[in-house]
């Protein structure tokens, strides 16, 4: 499976960006899909997951509430709507994948990653 994510960009505090992750392959609905993200100077961190199906979905405290991972298996795409934006959200940001069911927050338990798409927040 190949990830190329998209969306990145500069943004003010309190904005939004929607980031659009399209996979490879024709088993799209059987990857849970995963979005982290990493910081300068920081490790790489969870943020959301869905399960293949869409039915189910987990967020980080850090984004709850203000964060939406959504999919569209049909365009082999998974998305993350990003509103009330905070200059700490400022990282940037990978969709990784792997071939199972529910869902998963551990970097370690991905199989597949994407290279990366930069999201600055400013205040």
């Known amino acids: 499976v190949q990830l190329q994510a998209s969306g990145g960009g500069l943004v003010q505090a309190g904005g939004s960006l929607r980031l659009s992750c399209v996979a490879s392959?024709?088993?799209?609905?059987?990857?849970?899909m995963g979005w982290f993200r990493q910081a300068p100077g920081k490790e790489r961190e969870f943020a959301a997951t869905?399960?293949?199906?869409?039915?189910?979905?987990y967020y980080a405290d850090s984004v709850k509430g203000r964060f939406t991972i959504s999919r569209d298996n049909a365009k082999n795409t998974v998305y993350l709507q990003m509103n009330s934006l905070k200059p700490e959200d400022t990282a940037k940001y990978y969709c990784?994948?792997?071939?199972?069911?529910?869902?998963?927050?551990?970097?370690?338990?991905?199989?597949?990653w994407g290279q990366g798409t930069l999201v600055t927040v400013s205040s």
């Open positions: 990784a994948a792997v071939e199972g069911f529910g869902v998963r927050s551990q970097r370690t338990r991905y199989d597949y």
């Open positions: 392959g024709r088993t799209f609905s059987s990857y849970v």
């Open positions: 869905i399960s293949g199906s869409g039915d189910t979905r």
